[in-house]
């Protein structure tokens, strides 16, 4: 059975899964756990050739996995250091410097909450550029030159998101574009509680099953880096699940999803909350890698 996953992480375990069960060596794949507290654990996956792209059938890259324990049940103080790990991991891919130009793009569409995630976080995010014009400022050593906006859904505007964002570069001209989008799952624990982050870039609406024109260097000719959490699992994907706890055989299970196809997503019921503590952990995380000085 094919599981719809966006994360890389995810991605590695079902090739493990395959091979015995047991953690493999995947060539063109190198990975490295830190744990930062009792609370949120970090999983980079690098892939570093084809041989790797094949094997976890995703481009090669680099994908950082925070994995966040407490938040849904309120843990004290956990948002706060989620955020700066985040902070902390983001700024290895955009380091912070004088003439930073970063431009910020709120993917998915705000009238659907498991798919509003970008715009949410986009609204947070403190945007300097206009400032940066006021004063005819070519850099400074506290904040970055941030724009940002939402261009929301091909449902909406009829318009290719990739070719909004073009143009928003052509004006704003930044040197890398962080694209924040929903994701989906495979596995039922990690919705809403991991965060990824990788270099590669992302395909809009993939998460809810719509996937539009890739956002990459490639398709936008800036670095981009790509911010997501999964809100969403395939419905099939738990059916399987439960028929394989209930002892069903593997063969069995596969032919029930194949016959009766599930084109449904499921999400939780305070996915609501889920989208606000998200969206304050990527914005925090976001300020503090763009404005250094300001966020500390």
């Known amino acids: 059975m094919k599981y719809r996953t966006d994360l890389a992480l995810e991605s590695k375990q079902l090739y493990d899964e395959e091979n015995k069960g047991k953690e493999a060596d995947i060539p063109g794949v190198s990975s490295d756990i830190n744990i930062y507290d009792e609370d949120i654990k ?16 995703k481009p090669p890259g680099k994908y950082i996995t925070l994995e966040v ?36 793009v709120g993917i998915g569409n705000d009238k659907v909450t498991p798919d509003s995630l970008g715009p949410y976080t986009a609204s947070k995010i403190k945007i300097t550029r206009h400032l940066f014009l006021i004063y005819d400022a070519d850099g400074d ?19 290719e998101t990739a070719e909004i964002i073009k143009k928003a570069i052509d004006i704003s001209e930044p040197e890398v574009v962080v694209v924040i989008d929903s994701l989906a799952a495979r596995d039922i624990s990690r919705v809403n509680t991991t965060i990824q982050i990788n270099d590669v870039g992302i395909s809009p609406g993939r998460g809810m099953g719509n996937m539009r024109t890739e956002l990459s260097k490639d398709t936008l000719g800036k670095r ?26 593997d063969d069995d299970v596969m032919k029930y999803v194949e016959d009766n196809q599930h084109d449904l997503v499921v999400t939780s019921t305070d996915i609501d909350l889920i989208i606000k503590d998200f969206s304050d952990i990527i914005a925090n995380g976001i300020n503090i890698t763009l404005h250094p000085g300001i966020y500390k």
């Not at 970090?42 to 059938?57: F, H, Y």
């Not at 906006?149 to 009829?158: A, E, K, N, Q, Y």
């Not at 911010?227 to 055989?249: F, H, N, R």
């Open 141 to 159: 050593y506290d904040m970055s030159c941030v724009s940002g906006f939402i261009p929301g859904v091909m449902g909406s505007t009829g318009i």
């Open 69 to 104: 324990e407490g938040l849904i049940d309120g843990k004290e103080g956990v948002k706060e250091r989620a955020s700066h790990a985040l902070g902390r991991e983001l700024t290895k891919l955009i380091p912070f410097k004088y003439d930073l130009k970063t431009l910020i």
């Open 224 to 249: 981009v880096i790509a911010i997501g959490v999964p809100t969403v699992i395939d419905a099939s994907t738990l059916i399987a699940d439960a028929m394989l706890e209930m002892g069903q055989k």
């Open 42 to 57: 970090v999983t980079t996956i690098e892939i570093v050739d084809e041989r790797g792209a094949v094997a976890l059938g």
